[in-house]
């Protein structure tokens, strides 16, 4: 063979004129020729074997020509026949190369054969990989066809496409290299498999489940090709490239490069893509279409994949974390966490390794604060991931844990919901007991910080003091003492030492022995006292010549006599070391010392462990109160996090876990269907899916947690209650007998339980009830006898959730629609209730009339014929109190015996005898009020029901031909039955009204005599005294006058002069919520009265300010009440010290601002209110209150009239204070361009007020506002508007106002003309559109003239040309001064004339 075959850059190359021994395509076959030359290729395949494409390559070339005008079938053909020829060559290719006789010839053909299979099979493949990519985008792939997958319908081109990949590994795999010169495999032939490989990797389903055998395929391809043919360089650039322009192969190099690092070996890989990642600049990041998503997305699945391959490139990544692409912060942020998840974590870490971790985390905490959201949000989620996987040190929890807290009133949405998962996973793996609250544990820290405290001190006691050796003093002190020793010993000096020591030495005595000269010399040696002890130890030879001390003295040289003072020196204390030596040790003195040293340090441990507990359940509290605020949020997600959350906390037994359980309750009334599931779900999760062995050990489980849940439950939680349990009782459970049957137990007293869960078994029966009627009707005796028989009196609480239960039953709770059910009157349950109410009437029991309230309305709900029945225990209940009366003397003998005075008697029988007054009046009151509503919901539905029968049977009886006529005629006789059902429900209305107002209080009705008793005790507050009676006495006079508007209209007066005078916050509390009441029912008779209302928003009580709010709310949010001026008193609450009432008026001003133009058309006249001098409101409390309300004001053409309309008030007001008021409240706008113009129009309203500092600065930040990212012109404007400011505000408008300054107004467009002396409305200014005559808006402001100010008046008056419709006088409860008319009260304002 004497040609070469060189791959080709491109396919074209080949059939143009080579080099020498090159080789060139010599014939390319036509198309249609080419079926019989494939023939010829096959049949040279079996007989030649894979060498066959030395003859036969054109024709698979002029396949790769043709390849857009060639046929399914040749395609398929082609393919097949290369496939066979590589896979032959890898069967054929190791024993040629094992062979020892493989000629050069034969390494050439082997050679030539594998470069053209290779090249030919390649581009083939990414031909049709090409065509499959457009025919899917063109037309969506069908199933079980030949056209299934693929382009143009090629067979199964996914298995196919795996065929040739597997073909090319087994060939690659083996040691080919050998076959090339020097092993040097050419460039060229890497590139064309390489390239083959990438562009598979191109399609966009690659990374799907189904491509996941093609996918490995390609990575331990190119895993060869890294190992063997040194393509590691181009690997890297290319993963690098492709990421950039195709997002989805995030996953799918993150994959290829683990296995490549793990599987080939090959690590560097790893490196090498980090660092051209970590090469790419922050601009270039920044840009859309860099890859940043795939980089971001590569580095976080890598890092899952092999985290400890990264951390020798991590430093390369960190460098982002300061750039400016927030999504490469975040992957690095991942990166970091999975390395501390998998890496960085346990106690075996070396020191390097614990540096790394802690630089890691503060990298973390740092960007909790991070400025991009998406950032926080992810770390957040980091730290959760930690968290759970327990590799956060628990020197962090506290740091973190407090980080989390305050990312809880973050702005993002998404970091609020990460910081409650996060918070959740701090609890949920905490390694402290979470039992315990925080005041619980302050004691006990307490006590073991006092008990550490004295172990301190006890052991410092104890503390023996450091002794350094007697050797290291003297070799310390031994060089001074020999110079003293020498110049001791020196005749010259003998006189001078005698006059400087003054004779001290002279004056020493012999001691008692030469041991005791001995310790005399060594303490002057301690304490520097040389000389002494020189002159000593030479004294001591003469006093002591026979003592071996002393004994080398005999010849006094310097040398003998240092070594016998370093002998006495050295020697006293070897002596007392050795004798200490020759004592028995004493172990149990050192195991003391080691013992205490030990105790202390475990009390250190245990007190630094309370307080980590302490500081843990704190941040938990404070934790678990910020979240229970958010399940009212209307963020759906958040409200979702912080239910899940405080399921969380509950199962972990929190302290005040149950706060947040209970608070979630009333979100299963939500309007989303996603809130309420949630909560429904939570409580399924908390109490209906109990544990245990057996189904009544569940049972009794489930019944003790919702019972627990129960006691002292307000009534709304128990309502919400109801809708959760009312579910599990419909939903079929196994349990629900069970549970039933437990409750029984428990009601009637078979198994032993306290009153609490009593009630709360009643009351779940009741629940039941709801999903089975049958429960509680078919024990109705039981319930009878149990709670409302001889021993009711003992309980009325448990009689009264009984009658709730009860209520269960009836047609009004179960809403039924058939014909209605109820029970005769002589049924025994009537007869308990009316004995146990009657009773209860002369007894003082405090819990009474919440039960008579309960058996009243079930009286009126399921009995036949209630008036009657209600009527007899009105009469029973009058003739028991007679009775009392009329027996005073019996009654209270017993109180008579105590007392010694009989005055103490008489004052006992009139207080008992009040409060028996007061029942029978609530009783009184309540049976009028559910009278009412029996006549217009039971009996008016019983009239309609009737009618609707009736209609219904006269039309079957009509017959079939009235029906076609019917027919005929349809949409006239739609018409005309439509007028004639409403004409009837006319008529049963007015029927329902004429008896309330005619027959009710008729005189020979009983309720008609308890009116003037009412009207008596209601009217006589100084007589009737007793707060219980007029509590009572004034609640049922307005439940008579729910019953007609004449007695409303008798009444009303005297109603408005308790709420306005009593001095009982209770009574005027409820009568407030009666007004409310009577505002709904008779609007016209409480409109003149509304300012009345208004002023209790203003009492001095909180819970009377309370309830006036929520009243009102309703009223004005249900179109009840108009909106007028008066709702200023609702925003002064928006500054209430009670928080409660602040976050009420906040809802009412939230959901007004959801009408149109509400809080826009009120803003002038609250500004005008609140600013009124005799209100005396400080500037601060003004400001909040206008800060809030200006946050609603939105849209740009309420901010422009707004502006206008507020500069038009700065003539109205007379005070500094209110010049100042209403330039707070212009700067608190959103000005834009429009509102500024205005502003500058109305130049003349505010110009003469710039002196003032007050009305300055607020209009300067409106010029520093307006100039953040104004365009230049606009700008220019504001400057020019500043320096006017400016001008007037150090000058004076009328040293201002020159004509230079007309001329400039002349120049810039504006007609307004301005006098020295007088301001005037501005003349002459061209209309615009939609603008009158006056300035002012046309929202009350129409007869707005300038005043003009009076000298006569002494205190400044301020008119407001505002829409409201009342005096703001307190009532007038005069009888000729109540008002009587609705229509509005006009005033004008004085017109005056500003003077300078």
């Known amino acids: 063979m004497s040609w070469d075959f060189f791959v080709p850059v491109c396919v074209g190359d080949l059939v143009k004129t080579g080099g020498i021994n090159q080789y060139v395509v010599q014939d390319v076959v036509p198309a249609k020729q080419l079926p019989s030359h494939l023939n010829k290729f096959k049949m040279g395949l079996r007989s030649q074997g894979p060498s066959c494409i030395l003859e036969h390559f054109d024709t698979g070339y002029s396949v790769l020509q043709h390849f857009n005008s060639l046929e399914l079938g040749v395609k398929e053909d082609t393919l097949e026949l290369l496939v066979k020829v590589v896979s032959d060559l890898a069967i054929s290719l190791p024993t040629a190369l094992t062979s020892t006789t493989f000629s050069a010839a034969e390494r050439k053909e082997k050679l030539n054969a594998v470069k053209m299979s290779v090249f030919l099979l390649c581009k083939l493949t990414e031909s049709l990989e090409s065509v499959s990519y457009r025919q899917s985008i063109v037309t969506a792939p069908g199933k079980g066809s030949k056209k299934g997958k693929g382009g143009e319908g090629l067979l199964q081109w996914d298995s196919e496409r795996e065929r040739v990949l597997h073909a090319l590994v087994q060939l690659l795999q083996l040691d080919i290299r050998s076959l090339w010169s020097l092993s040097l495999v050419e460039e060229e032939f890497i590139s064309c498999v390489t390239c083959c490989c990438y562009k598979l990797l191109e399609n966009p389903t690659i990374s799907h489940v189904k491509n996941k055998p093609t996918r490995d395929c390609i990575i331990h391809l190119l895993g060869l090709l890294i190992t063997k043919y040194n393509h590691l360089l181009g690997a890297s650039v290319k993963v690098i490239q492709m990421l950039q322009h195709f997002e989805q192969l995030s996953s799918v190099f993150a994959q290829a490069v683990s296995v490549w690092s793990t599987e080939y070996g090959v690590r560097a890989i790893i490196g090498e893509v980090i660092r051209e990642i970590g090469q790419k600049s922050s601009e270039e990041l920044a840009r859309e279409g860099s890859g940043v998503k795939a980089f971001a997305s590569f580095l976080s699945e890598l890092s899952g994949l092999v985290p400890e391959l990264i951390i020798p490139n991590i430093s390369v990544l960190i460098t982002h974390l300061e750039g400016e692409s927030h999504t490469m912060r975040v992957a690095v942020c991942e990166v970091l966490g999975e390395i501390l998840v998998r890496v960085l974590c346990g106690d075996g870490l070396d020191e390097s390794g614990r540096a790394d971790r802690d630089r890691f985390f503060d990298i973390l905490q740092e960007h909790l604060h991070d400025t991009h959201s998406h950032v926080r949000a992810r770390v957040l989620q980091v730290y959760t991931r930690i968290v759970n996987s327990k590799a956060l040190p628990l020197c962090r929890y506290s740091e973190v844990m407090g980080l989390a807290v305050g990312r809880l009133m973050d702005k993002s949405i998404n970091a609020v919901k990460s910081a409650i998962q996060l918070l959740a996973a701090f609890i949920a793996h905490n390694p402290y007991s979470c039992k315990l609250s925080s005041a619980d544990l302050k004691k006990p820290l307490e006590t073991e910080t006092a008990k550490l405290r004295e172990m301190k001190e006890k052991l410092e006691g104890k503390a023996p003091v450091a002794v350094i050796k007697a050797s290291e003093l003297w070799a310390a002190m031994e060089p001074e003492l020999l110079v003293t020793v020498r110049t001791t010993l020196e005749p010259t000096s003998k006189e001078e030492e005698e006059n400087e020591e003054g004779g001290e030495v002279e004056d020493e005595k ?45 010849t006094v040289t310097p040398e003998n006599l240092m070594d016998t003072l370093g002998l006495i020196f050295k020697g006293s204390d070897e002596d007392a070391s050795d004798a200490n030596q020759n004592l028995p040790p004493t172990p149990q003195k050192e195991g003391e010392k080691e013992g205490d040293e030990g105790d202390l340090k475990k009390q250190e441990m245990l007190v630094q462990y309370l307080r980590n507990m302490e500081t843990f359940s704190l941040q938990v509290e404070q934790a678990i109160s910020v979240i229970n605020n958010m399940l009212y949020l209307k963020t759906t997600s958040v409200v979702q996090e912080a239910v899940q959350f405080c399921v969380t906390v509950h199962e972990f037994s929190v302290a005040n876990s149950v706060s947040g359980v209970r608070k979630m309750l009333p979100l299963v009334w939500s309007t989303d269907a996603a809130i309420k599931d949630a909560v429904v779900q939570a409580y399924r999760r908390l109490y209906l899916n109990p544990q245990g062995d057996t189904v009544r050990v569940k049972a009794q489980t489930l019944v003790d947690s919702l019972s627990e849940l129960m006691v002292d439950a307000s009534l709304g939680t128990i309502q919400c209650l109801e809708e959760i349990v009312q579910e599990f009782f419909g939903s079929g459970s196994n349990l629900q007998s069970t549970v039933i049957q437990v409750l029984w137990e428990r009601f009637t007293g078979k198994r032993e339980a306290s009153v609490l869960h009593k009630r709360a078994a009643v009351l779940l029966l009741g629940m039941a009830a709801r999903a089975e009627r049958e429960v509680v009707l078919s024990n109705l005796d039981t319930l009878c006898s149990v709670a409302l028989g001889e021993k009711v009196t003992e309980d009325f609480l448990l009689a009264r959730d009984t009658v709730i239960t009860i209520c269960s039953i009836t047609d009004h709770v179960r809403q039924s629609k058939g014909a209605p059910f109820r029970l005769p009157q002589d049924h025994q349950l009537f007869t308990c209730l009316t004995q146990a109410v009657a009773d209860g009437v002369v007894m003082e029991d405090p819990y009474w009339q919440s039960f008579m309230e309960q058996a009243v309305r079930l009286i009126y709900f399921l009995a036949e014929s209630p008036d009657q029945l209600c009527s007899r225990l009105l009469q029973r209940s009058a003739r028991l109190l007679l009775d009392q009366i009329a027996e005073g003397g019996e009654v209270n003998k017993d109180v008579g015996q105590i007392h010694d005075a009989s005055q103490d008697s008489n004052d006992q029988e009139e207080q008992v005898n009040c409060l028996c007054l007061a029942q029978l009046l609530a009783l009184c009151g309540c049976v009028a009020f559910w009278q009412v509503s029996h006549l217009e919901r039971s009996v008016s539905a019983e009239l309609r029901r009737r009618r609707g029968e009736t209609e219904e049977r006269e039309e079957k009886e009509k017959g079939p031909g009235s029906k076609a006529k019917q027919l005929a005629n349809e949409s006239a006789m739609e018409e005309e039955l439509g007028l004639i059902g409403a004409s009837a429900e006319d008529t049963e209305a007015e029927l329902i009204r004429k008896i309330c107002e005619t027959e009710l209080l008729a005189e020979d009705n009983l309720l008609s005599a308890f009116l003037p008793l009412l009207v008596k005790v209601c009217s006589s507050p100084g007589r009737y005294s007793h707060p219980q009676l007029t509590t009572a ?28 005078r009593s001095s009982l916050p209770v009574v005027r509390a409820n009568s407030i919520i009666a007004l409310g009441d009577l505002t709904v029912r008779f609007p016209n008779i409480l409109e003149p009265w509304t300012q009345n209302l208004y002023a209790r928003l203003s009492d001095e009580v909180p819970s009377v300010r309370q309830t006036a709010v929520t009243v009102l709310t309703q009223l004005v949010l249900k179109d009840v009440l108009k909106v007028k001026g008066q709702v200023s008193e609702v925003a002064v609450l928006l500054i209430d010290p009670e928080p409660h009432i602040t976050s009420l008026a906040l809802n009412f001003f939230n959901e007004l601002a959801t009408k149109d133009n509400a809080i826009y058309n009120l803003l002038p006249d609250i500004i005008s209110r609140l600013s009124d001098p005799e209100r005396g409101m400080s500037c601060e409390d003004f400001n909040t209150i206008m800060k809030q309300l200006f946050s609603y004001i939105t849209k740009e053409r309420q901010t422009e009239s707004l502006v206008e309309k507020l500069c038009q008030r700065f003539r109205t007001a007379k005070t500094e204070r209110q010049w ?75 040293n201002v106002e020159s004509p230079e300054m007309e001329e400039n107004q002349g120049e810039e467009g504006t007609s307004e003309t301005t006098s020295s002396r007088t301001l005037l409305p501005t003349r002459g200014r061209q209309k615009r559109r939609g603008q009158t005559k006056s300035l002012v808006s046309s929202h009350g402001d129409d007869s707005f003239v300038t005043p003009q100010k009076s000298r006569k008046s002494k205190k400044p008056v301020i008119s407001f040309s505002s829409d409201e419709e009342e005096d703001e006088d307190d009532a007038v409860m005069a009888e000729s001064e109540t008002p009587k008319v609705t229509t509005p009260i006009s005033r004008t304002s004085r017109r005056t004339r500003l003077r300078n």
């Open 510 to 554: 012999p001691e008692d022995d030469d041991r005791a000269t001995a310790v005399k010399i060594a303490q002057y040696l301690r304490v520097n006292k040389y000389r002494n002890a020189v002159k000593l130890c030479v004294k001591a030879h003469s006093w002591f010549p026979e003592s071996e001390m002393f004994a080398s003295l005999s």
């Open 1033 to 1060: 006495a004034c609640l049922a006079l307005s439940q008579y006058m729910m019953i007609s508007p004449s007695v409303c209209e008798d009444n009303i007066r005297l109603i408005f002069t308790v709420l306005e």
């Open 1220 to 1294: 100042c008021d209403l330039a707070m409240s212009l700067s608190l706008l959103s000005m834009c361009e429009r509102g500024f113009k205005r502003l500058q129009e109305c130049w003349e309203c505010y110009s003469d007020k710039l002196t003032e500092s007050g009305v300055y600065q607020p209009l300067l930040t409106i010029t520093a506002k307006l100039r953040r990212g104004a365009k230049p012109q606009f700008k220019a404007q504001i400057d020019d508007f500043e320096k006017r400011l400016t001008a007037v505000h150090t000058r004076g408008l009328e």
